[in-house]
Structure formats: structure tokens, C-alpha cells
């Protein structure tokens, strides 16, 4: 199985909801450093899982739909806790819409699953994978 | 499924027995960089794998037990050679004794599975991977 | 000249009030992974420049005080833009303050000068660096 | 499932052939830091994955054959696109025949797989995963 | 004193003249993870050092110019050794030239300095500084 | 000002004498992530400050003297604290002597001064700078 991983990041606005998330239940923030890795069983006739140059635009454009927000607000995220775990789903199944549509090329069409970790601090991290 | 990682540190002092450890069988010592990832199917109902707090508060205690110790002399790991995959399993036993335990609250009894990473350098790492 | 670092982190929300700012005008958040550099011409008694469990422990005091919060709302920031270069300078007054109160022990009234950088991501970081 | 990883690096000269690689038709270069994962399901008889200090050996050795060339004018890849995941795969599969071999040693042929990945940048990286 | 660093990387091939160089004397490459500090003693009207935004755009284009090439057919560096510690020179150079003329905006004329650091490796860095 | 640095690590035992150490008081370890920077005002007739294979050659085996060892029992170490910072002086200055020696080559001689960073964990470093 090959894999090929693409980092980028995120800086936005959000608080929690429920007794368990403490003082991170007043509005804060966070940076994501955000890795999304394509996997697949065989190379393409290029050679390659995804273009890395393409996977990188396909991944910043998700991230500017969230970017430089208050999540808060966004409606996507009504009623929601953006957790870490919770936001590294969102820029999965993101992602998987975008290869579906043919962003990253028809050859990318034969990717076999997504993983997206995203970094809140040098400390903790969270992640999604998903099949395609 | 979702992963959590948090990342802390411990630093011990210990020695090795067999020719293949060549000088690492004089008394030395190692700064172990330790990731403990919680990996889950589906999030609680704070949309959450774990809370990252309790799961930094448990990792430290786990590794205030092994930290500022001459390994060689503790009773726990009398005849063993202390190697950095063998202390993944270690800290990810002890971990796991805890999630059983409640200490991560009700919720996390729903975690599927854990790895524990130590990094015993810039070049160097090890792990461990089990079920919960 | 010696130099002692250590690292932590705080999550804060802020927007900036400048064209030049685009997009980060409008209420948005980071991670800064924040280091703070203690410098000394020569060690005290102990062989260290400060304590780095003390230091450790002043630093988190400092960022306790910025993290999880909305810095547009802070009294101590208002009518200032919070960047990341200023904040640096924030968190250096603040722990120079307290090693000027003894907090870190009479020993580190030695200590010559702080640098304190603060990472937003992992491509872009500030630092100010002043005499003690 | 227990895993032992090594890093090391590798400083090469290509170019590919195919529009999708745009600028990186043109000959350029790579420096790959090459992790090298050995997954076990038990340890041996030393509590080891393998012995870290040979694994180390071993990468070093098959990292050697390709560093500091021109891969567009070795043989071994004549009219192949020496991608980063194509070489992760590389460097994988000579590393299962040096344990195929022995060269980590009796026990090493326990080794249950091999996981390679090569870091191209800060911000792009791909793994080839294999059993032994 | 202020800094502000934004970082990017940059793929070359190259090779180098001298028997020191050993096998580096042959035609490689290498990935340089490039970190430009920009130093100023006081914060300009907005709070800032530089616009990190047009930072990274500035450094990306003098990046460009260097990326996916091999230096020995560059004329800029005919009879040259385009060390790590060389090129951090170039980087450098460049971007001040840039400063100068008012790419970085008026304001970024107040800057004092300039540090660029090259990354060829995990295990090695080279880095030139120098007054704007 | 130009600058070179290699990174190296060693492992080692050892244990702190003064109340203000706490549990570190007990005998112990660390992996010490060694970066050697070399600094130099202008770069020799090869284009370098000094050649990374031989520096690399040069700081193992500085390190090489201290790791896989229990400091307490080392007699260059008899009475004293063998804290981050204090070892740092140790391999900068030891480094020095072999540059004086000429073990780094006759143009080494040039370089005008070195900085010594020991890495003890992901949160906490020390280092020394001298000249030469």
C-alpha cells in the first residue's frame, strides 16, 4: 500500500460546549497544521498515488472554507463541537468530494482512502481516516 | 475511526543485557518522547475520542511511575531488558489498565484501541499497537 | 553565554485592524508554541542558568493567563493589534516582571536576557528578545 | 503489533517524464529523509524488533546505492519515474532482501513487515507499506 | 529586537567542485527547507515586523528562480560551489534586494536585517546573516 | 556572518546534587539531540565554513566519548552537575580543541566561533556559545 501526504494549515475561532472541555469552553482559538494522506494499492502510469502539486491546492481550498473564521458561526457547524477530532473528519469527507468530482484528475479516481491529522500544538493531535 | 494523540516525555537511566546491544549494556540513559494515541470508531456525545486533558493527566501519571529511575532497579522489570519497544508496551499496558479503570471518565471505556510511540532520538522510535 | 529554553503553548481567538492583515481582519484564532529562552553570561551554583521545572512552571503562569481567550477582549490589549510579534514581547515583559520578583529564585537575578519566540504555524514565527 | 523505525537521508538528482509534473520535468533534486519502520508481532528473545544499531546499518547501506547520483542515468530505473512513493517502495523492497538475507540477523527474520516513507519537504512525504 | 521567519523550500541538483566534497563532487540534489528572518528593533504602525503574507510571497518568488533547476547550468552560478551556506547567501541577498525596492511594502524598510537559513537535511543546516 | 550546524545525539546516565533539582536528584538519563553551529565571518575557497561530512566526523566523536555512560562515574565529571548546559560547554569547548588540533582542516582554522544546542526533550534545551 502506498501513501502520499500533503500539510498545510488553519487558523480559526471556536468554543465548546459541555462541562468536560473547561476553560476551553470560552470563544479561543487554534492553528491546524493539517496533513492529508491519499492512500492506494498501486501506483498510477505516471507512477504516482495523487499529483502532490494537486493534492496541495485541493487541500488549501478546503482550508480557506474555514480558515480566518469564527466556526462558531459558520453554519455548517450549528449546534456542533469543532473538536480537533471532529474538524479532521470534516476535511476528509471534504476532500473525498473533491477527488469524487475529479479535482485531483481522473487518476485519482483509483485512491483507496484518506487519513487527515490535524496538529493542535506540538502536544496533541487528532485524526480521521477513511476509506474513498 | 478516530485517533487522539497527546505527547509527553520521561527521562530514565538503564542498561542492557545481550552482545547485540554492544555499548548500550554499560548503565546509560534515554529522554523518551511518548505519543499515546486513542483510536475509536465513532465519537462521544461531546464529539470527542477522549478529553486531550484527562488523557495528558493520565499519560504523566504512567510516566511519573518509569521517570527519574535507574529501570535496572526496579522490581517491575527485574530480568527484562528495558528496550524502547518493550516500554511502549509498558506504558500502553498501564494506559490501557486505566481507560478500564475509568479514569478517563465513562465515555472513554468506548475506545477501540491504543498506540504508545517512544522516540528515543531524532533517528530513532518505537511502538506499540493493542486493542482496548 | 549559556541559554536554557524551554517550550509550551496557549490557544487564543483575535482579529487585526489593517488592510494589510486580508482575510486575518476578521475574528479568527491560533496555537502558538511559545519558547522562552533564558540567557546567562555564567552558571550559578548549581551549574544551571535557571531552574528549567521553575521555568516551566513561570511560563505556563504567563500563558495561563493569555489562553483560552478572546484577546479583542482583553483589557490589557485594547485598541492594539495582537500579532504575533507583539505578543512575543507580551510574554517576554511578563516573565522578565517575575524573574525581576524572585518568582524563578534569587539565583536567576543573574540571568542577562530572554528570547521569546512564538511559532503560529508550522511556516511562520516571531520572537523579541530583550535584556533582563 | 509492536514497530521499530530508523531515519536517515538520501541527497539525489531527477526529473520526470509526464505533464502532470509541470516545473519537475526539468532535472532537479530531492533530499529524502527516509524512515524505515519494522513491524513485529512479538520480540525476540532480546525484547527487540530488530537490533536498532544494524537496522540503522542496513538503511545507511541501501540509501548509499542511491545517494549523491543522478538516478536519471542509473540503470535501474530506465524509463521509470523515480517518484517518492516509487522509491519508497524501492528502498523498501532492498530492505526486505537484506532480511530475506540475514543481514539484521537470524532473529530479524521474524520481521513481519516494512513500512518506508520518504519526507521530500517539510510539507510532502509518501510510505510504502509491505508484509516480509 | 523583533523577528519575524516564514519558511518554504526549494528542489535543485547540483554538484560541487573540490576533493573535499567526495561523492557530493558527482551530480545530486537536494530539498532546502528555507527559513528567512526578518529583524527589526521596533514594530512598525500596524504592530508588525513584515506582513507574513507577503513575506512568504516575496521569499516563494525568489525560491522560484532557483526550484526545479540544476544549478550547474545556471549563469548566476558559473565557477561557483553552490554550498548550502552559498546559497543561503543568494536567498538572502535577493530578498533584501527585494526589500530595498519596495516589495515588501514601504513600511518593511525600517527592517534591520535579514537571517536565511537552508535546510539540506534533519542533520544539517546553514544559515547567513546580514544587516538590510 | 555565516553559520553551519550538524546535529548528532548521545544517550546517557547521571544524577543531580542540590535541592533544586528534585526527582532529577535520583539517578537518571537523557538523550541529548546534539547541533554543532560553526560560525564564520566569510567562507573558504571551496564556498564552505567548514566541510559537514568532517564536522559530523568530528562531533561523534566528541560525543562518542560521553554516551552509553553513567556521567557520575566519569572522572572529568567528579564534583559537578552535569546539567544540559553545563555539558554543552563540554562538547563546544572539546569541539573547539579539535578545530584548534586541525582535525576539521587546515581552513577550519577560520572559523571564528561555535554554539552548541543539547536537546533533552521536545519542551526544554540548553546551549553554550564561545568563540574560537
Known amino acids: 500500500m502506498y501513501g502520499v501526504t500533503v500539510r498545510d494549515h488553519m487558523m480559526i475561532a471556536h468554543s465548546f460546549r459541555g462541562e468536560v472541555f473547561g476553560p476551553a469552553q470560552r470563544l479561543h482559538g487554534a492553528t491546524y497544521v493539517v496533513d492529508a494522506t491519499f ?59 473533491r477527488v469524487h468530482a475529479g479535482a485531483l484528475g481522473e487518476s485519482a479516481r483509483g485512491v483507496d482512502g484518506l487519513v487527515v491529522t490535524l496538529h493542535e500544538s506540538h502536544v496533541a493531535w487528532a485524526s480521521y481516516e477513511r476509506p474513498l
Open 39 to 97: 492512500r492506494r494499492a498501486a501506483l498510477d502510469a505516471d507512477s504516482i498515488v495523487v499529483d502532490i502539486g494537486r493534492a496541495t491546492e485541493e487541500l488549501r481550498a478546503v482550508l480557506a472554507e474555514l480558515s480566518y473564521r469564527n466556526l462558531d458561526e459558520e453554519e455548517a457547524f450549528a449546534g456542533a463541537n469543532t473538536t480537533t477530532e471532529a474538524l479532521a473528519r470534516v476535511v476528509a469527507d471534504r476532500l473525498a468530494e
